[in-house]
């Protein structure tokens, strides 16, 4: 009876696995990494912390999470909120990164948008002004970086056009090429109510052009986070990019990993929340 | 005789057009300048760039530079094209491995991966194996995709004559699979190049060491607006060559029709 009981649930793990296989071999894929990594970090073949154990970059992970080390002072007057908080220093950082990448995706996206229905509604303004955007676009854009500097100055407005510039780029071409695929029978449905200019992009262009939108935003972000994390590295006192340099600087590798991997994780997850808001997965494809 | 040269005209129109807006755009700088409504120690006038150029040309030894850039640029392409098409190769044989890690490169394709320049600074140093290094990290997950993309994509039809003349799994491989895929694997090619090139520059100027990007950070720390103006300039025109370049090449490589 006993024999059963052990056979059936040999039999169902083995069935789970076969069943699963793509997961098992994540996991598998997954364990044999962090096995090397810390096999690595014990054997001393490479440079002392270049290669730190997982427990202390788990831990140095918690104490940037977790640890509030720094006083923040909540000052909403409209809310009736004064008061002294202490956070973790890694959200303030954040927070720091975060208004430079909104406020950069903002600008370049409005203005990416703007440009990319002028060049996308005129065939004589694509062919005329598009081949600019299309050679600028994969310039390295962090050599504008001490352009920016002079023009904005050493604080986050340098860093907010880093990301508007690199943003921008991938936005125009994509709502050009979007502006192009539009169904012309829908243009001339607009025409034929009479809509102005400013009606044919919010009621036609716009929602035609969803796709092509989300997608440019979604590329532009990357782009964005990629400009104004840089700049941070170069020259700022605040931001992850700053903190990245301040671990390199102090060698504190368990904390640079630590910040790497949330990075990393906010990047991808906020890529894939655009494409998920943006009804990109539910494309069909022909 | 006045169709052909009205088609010509209407055909050069928009170049003309765009070159002569970029020229007046220079002159409204230029006089702006001159007229102190911009400040000059911000905004250099387009003359100075202009003049800066045989300056930083010649002076800062903008060609022994500008081998060292290539020079790594290629290191990064030849490593990110062997792995890469490796690794695509690898993921399109494991059907298993591809459906486990597919999603997993295309996230590291997504994340922002240079952000690890001073990780590789501590690994290999302020030296030409951290840029190697981070150009190869930025252009390896496009090209493992688009290989797996075109060897994926081989018409089936081309597949089966394959298999009807009784080919080996190598034999397969490489006189059906590999010949079909190869414009993908350019266009992986060309992305791998251009992300490299783009990190390859941007960690010079940020570790201030190499060929094009430091001349930019150089210039900058000098307060040299002018040769900077014109070091900016210089890159981009050679990331634009590059960029045609590689564009020709592929539209060479893919087939007609």
Redesign the interface.
Known sequence: MAETGRLSVATRGTGWIREH??TV??IF?IVTVLLVWEGLAQSGL?YRD?VPSLGKIGASLIQLLTVPDLPWRVDIPWLGIATDIRVPSLYWHLYATFYEIVLGMLIGGVSGLAVGILLGGSK?M????E??LY??G???K??????M???FGVGPGSKVAMGAISCFFPVALNVAGGMREIDKVLIRVGRSFRANTWQMVTKIYMPAMRHPIINGMRLGL?VC??GA??AE??LSNRGV?FL??Q??TL?D?PL??SL?IV??VI??GA?ALIGRLGGLDTIKRS | MSRPTAISTRRY???V??LG??AAFVLLVELLVFADVFNRF??PPPSDVLAAFPRVIMDEHVLSRFVLTAGEALAASVLVTIFGVAGGVLLYQFN??R???ETWVA?IA???L??????Y???FGRNATTIVMMGFTAGLAPIILKTLEGLAGTRRVLINVGRSFNLTRSQQFWKILFPAALPTIFVGMRLGL?FA???I??VE??INFGGL?QL??E??ERYD?AG??AA?CF??LV??IV??LTERLERWLRPAG
Do not use: D, E
């Open positions: 296989p793509v071999l994540r894929i490479l270049v004589l694509q062919r005329a002004y081949p600019f050679y600028l994969p310039c390295p962090i050599i504008f970086f001490p352009v500097i002079m023009w990357g986070l990629i994390l840089l590295t170069k990019g990245v340099i671990a390199y060698f590798m640079m990993y790497l990075l990393f990047s991808i890529n | 129109f928009p170049a057009l765009g807006s970029f911000i905004i298993l491995l459906r486990a890690t996230a997504a994340a922002p240079v952000l690890m320049y001073p990780l600074l501590v690994i251009i090139l783009i990190n520059v941007g100027y940020l990007g930019i950070n210039l900058a607006l900077t103006y900016i890159v981009i990331s634009i960029f045609m």
